[in-house]
């Protein structure tokens, strides 16, 4: 968030101001998560160590989001503003992502299975790896096609990414998170 | 550097506070298993509480982005000091916080009517939501500035703290304030 530390840009409202009409736009994007949310109850009450995965699948896919999409705004604002597929320094941000991605997915799933030893739970490791890395390898590759598309469009319409794009891009990866993770875990659990 | 050294890199810097919001993640998501079969006394509840979640985190991700960067610049002490600017940006962020709690509820209550689902009422909502936004302000405030200040004087970089304390602790509390704010509504509307 920009603040030149003068006392005006530090005024209660002057901070409401530039963030609350944001903060309503982002809760309206969110919401549709939530709907999903609510119309998989009856599986998240069959299942319930899905519904304790939920939580890190919103913010684990906001974080990937929020790390590539600042490394690239660091890029553009150092002025290195083409894009070009042979340029090694994109590829490690990449790979690194979806090594994260899976690193935290695995994990997730092997969490979720010891969370399920202790409050009981029919759902195998198998099936919990299944849908953790099956969900968290669609959410990598959307993390990294929605943070390219948002750097870039924004440096191209002038916009600094920073103040607004960073936030709704991490919003849009949680919504799509939760739909992606619920349509996976329907889809195994049904199998 | 090539691809390889550059990429194990990013992600050394970054797995750690992966980690720890990973398992802050697992704990919330006890609670909200617990928290499933109460959707029945209250519906629309699962709709709010991913909303709920992501405002936490944007509203204290930006007192705390606005703190470090004040604490680079120098104007502002690492202190829990009647300082106009620091005042100023605590008491944006609770109105910020509890003013967009209200508009959760309202949201949620509009939405589900107008897609003929079935809600709780209005004022359930706002109550769960008021309750929980408010407990969770007064943790959040205080924890965030109490690891920021003691980061800074111990010479970490506070941008680096701001991220994984805010999802860790807005997890965990917001969570843990949503099932006490849902409970306490469950007694206090019979």
Not at chain 1, 4 to 31: C, E
Request: aromatic share 8%; charged share 10%; no cysteine.
């Amino acid at each position: 968030m920009g603040s030149d530390g003068g006392l005006d840009t530090w005024s209660t409202r002057s901070i409401v101001r530039t963030m609350f009409p944001l903060l309503v736009v982002l809760s309206a994007i969110v919401l549709w998560a939530g709907l999903t949310l609510e119309e998989a109850e009856e599986l998240l009450a069959e299942y319930g160590l899905l519904a304790v995965m939920v939580p890190t699948i919103i913010g684990t896919g906001g974080n990937l989001g929020a790390i590539l999409s600042s490394r690239l705004t660091t890029r553009f604002h150092l002025g290195m503003t083409d894009l070009d597929v042979r340029d090694p320094d994109l590829w490690a941000n990449v790979v690194a992502i979806v090594a994260l991605a899976l690193t935290i997915f695995t994990l997730l799933g092997v969490g979720a299975f010891l969370v399920g030893l202790v409050i009981g739970s029919t759902l195998s490791l198998p099936v919990l790896l299944a849908i953790s890395i099956g969900s968290g390898t669609a959410i990598a590759i959307l993390v990294v096609v929605f943070s390219f598309a948002a750097t870039y469009g924004s440096y191209r319409l002038g916009v600094d990414p920073d103040d607004t794009t960073i936030p709704i891009i991490t919003s849009l990866i949680d919504v799509f998170g939760v739909v992606i993770f619920l349509a996976v875990a329907s889809l195994v659990v049904g199998l | 550097m090539s691809v390889r050294s550059e990429a194990w890199t990013i992600y050394r810097q970054a797995l750690p506070i992966l980690l720890v919001s990973l398992l802050g993640g697992l704990f919330a998501g006890l609670v909200l298993e617990e928290m499933v079969p109460k959707v029945a006394d209250f519906p629309g509840l699962l709709v709010m509480i991913p909303v709920f979640l992501a405002t936490r985190g944007n509203v204290y991700g930006a007192l705390g982005g606005r703190i470090s960067s004040g604490l680079h610049q120098g104007v502002i002490e690492p202190r829990f000091v009647r300082d106009d600017r620091l005042v100023n940006a605590v008491v944006a962020s609770l109105v910020n916080a509890i003013g967009v709690s209200i508009v959760i509820a309202v949201l949620t209550w509009l939405v589900l009517h107008g897609l003929g689902r079935e809600v709780a009422t209005l004022f359930e909502l706002v109550a769960i939501m008021l309750i929980s936004g408010v407990l969770t302000a007064v943790v959040l405030v205080a924890g965030l500035l109490g690891v920021i200040f003691v980061g800074f004087e111990r010479g970490y970089d506070p941008d680096n703290l701001v991220g994984p304390v805010v999802t860790t602790l807005g997890d965990i509390f917001g969570m843990l304030f949503l099932l006490f704010a849902v409970v306490a509504v469950e007694v206090l509307v019979p």
